[in-house]
């Protein structure tokens, strides 16, 4: 609820398209380390057979 109140109040245009921006590159950074570290897996398994 914390984020919808963020995004919902009145705040500056600016302000709020900047903590957009902030999310979207938080989630993708996630997500590569998540296929990094998938991938890093798999190898290893390959490797051990």
């Known amino acids: 609820m914390i ?11 600016g302000a709020q398209t900047f903590l957009v921006i902030v999310c979207v590159l938080i989630g993708l950074g996630a997500g590569i380390t998540a296929i990094d570290t998938r991938s890093t897996f798999t190898k290893k398994k390959k490797a051990d057979h």
Do not use: M, N, Q
């Open 3 to 13: 984020l919808l109140d963020v995004f919902s109040s009145p705040i500056a245009g």
